[in-house]
């Protein structure tokens, strides 16, 4: 499958702001090793932890926004929150992935979550 340089500059965008290689190649379907090549290729372009919390917030900001996120986006906005704040603790990104519980995204919490961005 043929994928737009846009998307895999997403991609690449996501694994530096330290959401997981395993929980991306899930949602989106991409392998882990053509992940790890497009990190490779696109890795070497300038990243900043200012421009990585930025993009972070604005893809909890759009994944907030679903009336009826599926499962994968609960998940991926899982993972974006725990690199989110993990870039602004300034805490390296952790190799082990344990499996993270579902979130119940009509909870009091998940619409303070979205209110929030």
Do not use: H
């Not at 300038?46 to 994968?72: R, V, Y």
């Not at 899982?78 to 082990?96: D, F, H, I, R, T």
Request: glycine letters at 4%.
């Amino acid at each position: 499958m043929k994928y737009t340089k846009e998307f895999k500059e997403e991609c690449v965008n996501l694994l530096k702001s330290g959401v997981s290689a395993l929980a991306l190649s899930k949602q989106t379907g991409v392998s882990r090793p053509t992940l790890a090549s497009w990190l490779k290729a696109y890795g070497k372009e300038n990243f900043s932890i200012e421009n990585a919390i930025k993009f972070t917030k604005a893809k909890i900001g759009e994944l907030s926004k679903k009336p009826n996120p599926s499962t994968d986006e609960v998940v991926m906005m899982s993972e974006l929150v725990s690199a989110l704040a993990k870039l602004e603790n300034g805490v390296k990104k952790v190799k082990s992935i344990k499996p993270r519980p579902v979130i119940n995204m009509n909870s009091p919490t998940a619409n303070e979550l979205k209110n929030a961005f």
